[in-house]
């Protein structure tokens, strides 16, 4: 089934984890609708920018799926509205940056990045049409443990 022109839903539920563990990671109509709003109003106008294919790390989490990879309970992944996005060959710090400037969005969060090496860590986008808050920041971690700052730091 195809969500947009280049995405389709196998790509944004097909979870390494949930295959591993023999989970379901099945969405719900809801869910559909969700991750094609994500996919037709953010990951299309990337791909359609870019011209190159947006690797999909991760998209709609059932909650126990999300719960094993360690995920928020409140995630954007389990409501289908949120994507873990790299386009191999673009730095994810530049990435981060034309989705805040060209896209409406709940939520970019430059996760993990390493300033000099473009292809370190990876972009998290959300789309929720009800509350597009345009939230920016960069997750790192400081002596050990997760902290996300605001604004897009590479």
């Known amino acids: 089934m195809k969500l947009s022109p280049n995405f389709s839903l196998a790509e944004m539920i097909k979870s390494d984890t949930a295959l591993r563990l ?8 809801d869910h ?3 991750l094609t709003a994500l996919c037709e109003n953010v990951l299309q106008k990337v791909r359609d920018h870019y011209g190159k294919g947006v690797k999909v790390n991760s998209g709609f989490r059932h909650p126990d799926v999300n719960a094993k990879v360690g995920g928020s309970t409140t995630s954007d992944h389990c409501k289908g509205m949120a994507a873990d996005i790299e386009i191999p060959g673009i730095a ?3 990435l981060a940056e034309w989705i805040v ?4 969005f709940r ?6 990045y390493t300033p000099g090496v473009p292809d370190s860590g990876w972009v998290h986008v959300s789309y929720n049409p009800d509350d597009n808050k ?4 960069t997750a790192m971690k400081e002596n050990g ?9 590479a």
């Open 32 to 34: 559909i609708d969700n």
């Open 101 to 104: 400037e060209n896209c409406e």
């Open 107 to 112: 939520q970019v969060i430059l996760e993990f």
């Open 92 to 94: 994810n710090a530049d």
């Open 145 to 153: 443990k997760t902290v996300y700052k605001p604004g897009l730091i």
């Open 134 to 137: 345009k939230q920016v920041l």
């Open 22 to 29: 023999d989970m379901e990671n099945e969405p719900d109509d």
